[in-house]
């Protein structure tokens, strides 16, 4: 699962019209993956790094809208964060500006998920 390619599968599975028992299972699954995955408690914050170029870094907040990252390692579902490299880096901050800035790391794509989930199993109970 992925906090962005992830969020369109899923919506996609929710507007089918009857679907099998295989589908309501794995819809079920991704909306328990998009719960346990939620980040609360952390927003974008732009700002002008030392070399006069436009950043962002991520900061606690109080009341914000739930997040999710881009990817979760697998086996601990922990957001991480790469260079063209690839290798693994656990903080934001610890990939270069190109990729930090030109890649959407955090979305909040999931909130649409779980919206329309309700709505679904409001939907398929009535059946």
């Known amino acids: 699962m992925s ?3 992830s969020d369109n599968i899923v919506l996609l ?5 009857s679907p099998s028992e295989r ?8 909306i328990e993956w998009f ?8 927003q974008k914050e732009f700002f002008t790094n030392s070399d006069g170029k436009k950043d962002y870094r991520m900061v606690p907040c109080e009341n914000c809208p739930p997040l999710w990252a881009r990817f979760y390692d697998l086996e601990t579902n922990r957001p991480f964060f790469c260079d063209r490299d690839g290798v693994k880096r656990y903080d934001l901050s610890e ?10 790391w955090y979305n909040s794509d999931g909130s649409k998920v779980l919206q329309k989930y309700e709505q679904w199993k409001k939907k398929l109970d009535k059946k």
């Not at 599975?13 to 019209?17: Q, V």
């Not at 990939?95 to 959407?104: A, F, K």
């Open 23 to 30: 589908i309501i299972n794995s819809i079920e699954g991704s």
């Open 35 to 42: 719960k346990r995955s939620e980040i609360k408690g952390l």
């Open 13 to 17: 599975l929710l507007s089918l019209p």
């Open 95 to 104: 990939i270069g500006i190109e990729r930090r800035t030109g890649y959407s």
């Open 3 to 5: 906090g962005q390619e």
